[in-house]
């Protein structure tokens, strides 16, 4: 799949098609994020079973395994965060392993069920959690018969860009940016990882408050997906979004830790 971009060559791409590649990325980006990540890793907020298997479906299409397998495994990295039984820390293991090393690895294929039992009641998660890969091929098979050749370039190359996006935050999220919460791990805040990853780069708040449904805990701190989750409440198809209580946003500060000045931060705090 890494490969892909070199079809070039036999499929040129219009501007229409390159707005689906964007399309593609933060489309799924939004969907692994608020589905596997804040929804069935950290249950941050609630649904209906019905809503709850469509974002499990839409999630899927990120082709990143099986949501049970994925959730189970990244409670396992909040666990063991930076201890050696972290699935994929840089600092245990090494930048490369860290980034997808591990995804690829034959020590990781089975799920994690001690660490979902709570979801891996679920008949339909258990059946999805097995075929995880037909929501990503409809997808591909939609892009093909909308745009032919073409979408399904996009399809590949887009996919490949959503499994480096989602990476980062396994790798670069413990590697650059600042901390502003003392955790014991070495997760980093960074605007730029926020940007790509629609609110994911806020890592040094998620590890010190892995509940909450915002990651961005102030209101400069740009969180897309949480944005778009209250959308959705306001539609009525999600509810009780978890933010994190007033006292976790002082609790444990580096330094001043990075807030404009602290009598502020309790009037403008983004707790919804
Ligand atoms: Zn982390
Ligand atoms: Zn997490």
């Not at 070039?8 to 219009?14: D, F, G, R």
């Not at 397998?69 to 965060?81: P, Q, T």
Request: a positive charge; aromatic letters at 12%; one cysteine or more.
């Amino acid at each position: 799949m890494h490969l892909s971009p070199l079809l070039m060559i036999w499929v040129p791409l219009e501007t229409k098609h390159i707005v689906l590649i964007f399309a593609l990325y933060f489309g799924r980006i939004f969907f692994i994020t608020a589905s596997y990540h804040r929804y069935f890793a950290h249950r941050s907020y609630k649904m209906g079973p019905r809503m709850e298997l469509t974002m499990a479906i839409l999630g899927m299409t990120s082709m990143q395994k099986g949501v049970l397998w994925w959730a189970a495994n990244h409670r396992l990295h909040h666990k063991h965060s930076d201890f050696p039984d972290d699935v994929h820390s840089p600092k245990q293991h090494g930048f490369w392993w860290a980034h997808m090393g591990w995804i690829l690895s034959k020590r990781h294929l089975d799920t994690e069920w001690d660490a979902i039992r709570d979801f891996a009641r679920s008949p339909a998660l258990r059946w999805l959690n097995v075929y995880h890969w037909v929501p990503g091929l409809a997808l591909g098979t939609l892009c093909g018969v909308a745009f032919g050749a073409p979408g399904v370039v996009a399809m590949l190359m887009s996919t490949v860009l959503v499994f480096h996006g989602t990476f980062t935050i396994n790798s670069l999220a413990h590697v650059i940016g600042r901390a502003r919460y003392a955790t014991a791990d070495t997760s980093r805040n960074s605007l730029a990882l926020a940007l790509l990853t629609l609110g994911e780069g806020w890592h040094n708040n998620h590890h010190a408050y892995q509940s909450s449904c915002n990651q961005g805990f102030f209101w400069w701190e740009i969180d897309i997906t949480y944005y778009l989750l209250r959308a959705l409440e306001k539609l009525g198809l999600v509810r009780d979004l978890r933010m994190p209580p007033e006292h976790v946003l002082t609790r444990k500060l580096i330094g001043s830790g990075d807030l404009p000045s602290k009598p502020g931060i309790s009037q403008r705090p983004n707790t919804g």
